[in-house]
Nanobody, 118 residues
Framework: QVQLVESGGGLVQPGGSLRLSCAAS????????MVWYRQAPGKQRELVAS????????SYADSVKGRFTISRDNAKNTMYLQMNSLKPEDTAVYYC???????????WGQGIQVTVSS
């Protein structure tokens, strides 16, 4: 079973930056795609960005495109979400998700708080 651990969240002022990390136990060889989700208070969970572990193909929600960058370091079994030009509406709990190469396994991190406020 793959375990995912997020780090790097916290409080930042509007216009600031944060970088989230998601470290996976074991090897990325067992993971096909990794995804960042977020859930704001009173709202449903939404997909923020995704990246395939092999080819590095990325996708982004329209609300973060141009401000957020997803990346991965296969040697470190870690993916990142660089968040720039943060807005108050980015405030949410961010969750790391991974889909296994078996196309069935689905893993979640514990979630990490990002708060953008002046």
């Amino acid at each position: 079973q793959v375990q995912l651990v997020e780090s790097g969240g916290g409080l930042v002022q509007p216009g600031g930056s944060l970088r989230l990390s998601c470290a996976a136990s074991g090897s990325f060889s067992t993971i096909y795609v990794m995804v960042w989700y977020r859930q704001a208070p009173g709202k449903q969970r939404e997909l923020v960005a995704s990246i395939t572990t092999r080819g590095g193909t990325t996708s982004y929600a329209d609300s973060v495109k141009g401000r957020f960058t997803i990346s991965r370091d296969n040697a470190k079994n870690t993916m990142y979400l660089q968040m720039n030009s943060l807005k108050p509406e980015d405030t949410a709990v961010y969750y790391c998700n991974a889909r296994g190469t078996d196309l069935i396994s689905n893993y979640w991190g514990q979630g990490i708080q990002v708060t953008v406020s002046s």
